[in-house]
């Protein structure tokens, strides 16, 4: 570790300095550089011990694989068992989604019917009363 650093894990007057205006200003703040200044030497052995690549491999986006971020336990028949669920359930979700779609398209076929046979009420009253013995043409869907 640089020992000319002005901050360094060790009882400096900047650090104490930095620990004391800490503790002022935020008391959390001056607890953590007292931590620094106690344990701060251990941090680069730390840092080392830590592999950053393996650690946060599976925090992106597209960290799902087939086995759904689930890494594999080394007993190949439990995973081969967990992949059979994961893909069912999959498969399920599929059918499930298409029935909600399916659902989704019939109440929007009966709004539509509803909101015809009140449009059509509509245009019904608002003729005249007199109109009522002549031959009306009404608009009707074709798919009605």
Same mark, same amino acid.
């Given at each position: 570790?640089n020992?000319?650093?002005?901050?360094?894990?060790?009882?400096t007057?900047?650090?104490?300095?930095?620990?004391?205006v800490?503790?002022?200003v935020f008391?959390?703040?001056g607890?953590?550089?007292?931590a620094?200044?106690?344990w701060g030497d251990?941090?680069?052995?730390?840092k080392?011990?830590v592999?950053?690549e393996g650690?946060f491999?599976?925090?992106? $986006?597209?960290?799902?694989?087939?086995?759904?971020?689930?890494?594999?336990t080394?007993n190949v028949?439990?995973d081969d068992?967990r992949?059979?669920?994961?893909?069912?359930?999959?498969?399920e979700?599929? $059918?499930? @989604?298409?029935?909600?779609?399916e659902?989704?398209?019939?109440?929007?076929?009966?709004?539509?019917? $509803? @909101?015809?046979?009140e449009?059509?009420?509509?245009?019904?009253n608002?003729?005249?009363?007199?109109?009522?013995g002549s031959?009306?043409?009404e608009?009707?869907d074709?798919g009605?």
């Open positions: 570790m020992t000319t650093a002005l901050i360094r894990p060790a009882w007057p900047a650090t104490i300095a930095l620990m004391v800490g503790f002022m008391w959390p703040l607890l953590a550089m007292l620094y200044i106690l251990r941090l680069d052995g730390f080392r011990s592999n950053t650690f491999r599976n925090c992106g $986006k597209n960290s799902r694989s087939k086995h759904y971020g689930f890494n594999r080394g028949a439990f068992w992949s059979a669920e994961l893909e069912r359930i999959e498969e979700r599929r $059918k499930l @989604d298409e029935a909600r779609d659902f989704d398209a019939y109440v929007r076929e009966l709004r539509r019917a $509803k @909101d015809q046979e449009f059509d009420r509509f245009m019904n608002r003729k005249p009363r007199s109109d009522a031959s009306s043409t608009i009707r074709p009605l």
